[in-house]
Nanobody, 124 residues
Framework: QVQLVESGGGLVQPGGSLRLSCAAS????????MGWFRQAPGKEREFGTT????????GYADSVKGRFTISRDSAKNTVYLQMNSLKPEDTANYYC?????????????????WGQGTQVTVSS
């Protein structure tokens, strides 16, 4: 069965950094584009960033561009989210997702598989 397992979440101070990992299994990793979404308490889930099947193309929401970086390692079947200059408004549950699309969609409706999420809290 397909599984996406996130890890690396935790508590960090404003201005700090954190790296999230998403390990994929049960699918042909190279056949899926990958994305990160997040959901804060009381808010709807929003798009964060996405990366193409080959890793050659990436897309970012304006809210994270310049601070977050998405990457993937085909040998490890893992996608990463490097988060720098973290702000309190980045506090949310972060979800990893996979899409069979050859594009780099920002819509959650284009993603077929989802992880259970990992909590990131940015606070003093």
């Amino acid at each position: 069965q397909v599984q996406l397992v996130e890890s690396g979440g935790g508590l960090v101070q404003p201005g700090g950094s954190l790296r999230l990992s998403c390990a994929a299994s049960g699918l042909v990793f190279s056949s899926y584009g990958m994305g990160w979404f997040r959901q804060a308490p009381g808010k709807e889930r929003e798009f964060g960033t996405t990366i193409s099947r080959s890793g050659g193309d990436t897309g970012y929401a304006d809210s994270v561009k310049g601070r977050f970086t998405i990457s993937r390692d085909s040998a490890k079947n893992t996608v990463y989210l490097q988060m720098n200059s973290l702000k309190p408004e980045d506090t949310a549950n972060y979800y990893c997702a996979a899409t069979p699309s050859g594009n780099i969609p920002s819509s959650e409706f284009m993603y077929t598989y989802w992880g259970q999420g990992t909590q990131v809290t940015v606070s003093s």
